[in-house]
């Protein structure tokens, strides 16, 4: 009997150590460290670059740019459609173009991917009472799409004016199964131009769109059902603690070559973890394998300890996005420019930039990305200047008349202290620069107060009721080569629209009003430059830099960077166990 228990201890652990030297007998299952929970995964009410990293597995759109080349690929379609002139008819003068789905390209249910759900998407985003605000300033631009009457997968875009982002706009977008999303077909019965802000007050007063709209804005359709065409489906979601995607069986683009469509992880869970000491620990114990945003610190920390230098990757690729803190140009004391321009100068960038970036990025000074060609070179960052803050505090009236350090000014018959507050959420940058600010400003008569708050909250209690001097925040952008400019336009400072400063100005939105109708690369260069030029001079926000990512991937997985956010691409990592780190 004891030889027997011998050999079978000996057979179990051959067969322990052999799987545990196999990558296939591994399980593949990947582990990313999110820095907070993303609230929703609904990209078409909710682009938030932290809900991105996870969504984009699970909804794909029409088209979208390859992480390598940068160029737009198809996904859902057959081929990037030409830009067709309409010359006769009631759309004389617009533009359209012919979209036709993939064959191949279903739902999870087995049903095809159709026109039909691409004009179900649409109306779903151009309902008013949706909230899809940020989709619909460019979706609105949609004039009309006309299904194919002999073929689903086909379909025409139809713009009635000219647009310089058409081609974007109705390809670079999400698209929804509607079966899924609307099973009692209820947008089917409105023609798509019903869904007009115009309308606005007629569909309010439709109770089954009231309805729909409800369901659709609601958790059930961002947290507890979630389908899409992507190579992984959602399968759990514990709020603040992780969620969970699984590899779909037999996935309809799982032989093809373009990027998104891979299966690479069996299972992709992401785990929810905000304090980075943490974060970083269960990186060192082998818990999580991808980890963003690190710290300038653990980032070269970790890239020369002599032990886990060997057993990660490191990448610090461009991103398109940048720090930036924003202004209510409406609040009584933030409406004058002066004291918005001396707020600049009260920020150290360039030393935030060396001290917790390790120089690892790009000083900004408008909207556009310093990568960009439309990005206006001209323009100086603004430099760190106490002196002429105060000059600029001083010109705009304020002065300490009871010597108490802090400058006051009389506004509407009551005398007021130049105190102003930043809202921060619970990120480190944020409270080092809210800090920074703090001490700078004092030197200039002002009192800076910090406030620590949830993000979801700042957005939902502050900046969409404009109830906020500052916050600390991030401007993404995108690949595309002419930037939507809406944010900064007047029309869009409302609750759900995206200019969240309430910035207005008559010539920034003439500039912006004749970007969008411009034809001539060359001429729209100079529109970009002139608009940067305009806002710059206006300050409505006080624009940093532009940062590097800092990625570290364990090797266990052979990865990649790319440029397009958030900067890797987890569906394309092939597992290659721990023996990657011998």
Known sequence: MRHIGIVLFTLLAVLFFSCKGDPEKQEAVLHIRLKKDPERINPLIFPNPTAREVYQYIHLPVADYNPESLTLEPILIKAIPTEMAIDTGKYKGGIAFDLEFS????????????????????????LPMTNAGRYRDLTQNITDVIPNPTDKKKCRVIFAKDYMLALETCINIEVYPQYFYDSLNVLKNYAFNTFTEGNIKALSADSILVRFADAFNSNIYSREKISGSGPYKFVSWTADQNLVLQKKENYWGKNLSTPILKQGPEKIIFQIIPDETAAVSQLKAGTIDVMTEVSGDNYTSLEKDDVFGKQFSFYHPALIKQYYVILNNQDPILKDEKIRKALAHLLDVQSILDNLEGGKGIRTVAPIHPLKKTFNKNL????????????????????????????DKKINGKMQNLELEILISGQELGKKLALLLQENAAKAGVKIIITGKDFKLIRAENVKTRKYQMVASVLSQ????????????????????????????SAADALIDQILLTKDDAKRVELYQKI??????????????????????????????????????????EFVGVAANK
Request: aromatic share 12%; net charge negative; hydrophobic share 30%.
């Open 532 to 573: 940067q030029e305009q806002i710059y001079n206006d300050q409505p926000a006080i624009f940093m830099y532009a940062p590097e990512e800092r990625i570290v991937i364990s090797k266990k997985w052979k990865s990649s960077a790319t440029v397009k956010r958030p900067g890797y691409l987890a569906n394309t990592f």
């Open 380 to 407: 100086v960052p603004v430099p760190y200047d106490v002196e002429q803050a105060k000059s600029l505090i001083s010109e705009a009236g304020w002065t300490d008349s009871n010597n108490d350090g802090i400058a």
């Open 478 to 505: 995108d690949l595309q080569t002419w930037d939507d400019m809406s944010k900064w336009h007047s029309e869009n400072d409302t609750p759900d629209g995206s200019n969240e400063m309430s910035y207005r100005s």
């Open 103 to 126: 064959d191949q390209a279903t739902w999870d249910n087995g049903s095809p991917i159709t026109a039909d759900d691409y004009i179900f998407t649409l109306k779903t985003v151009n």
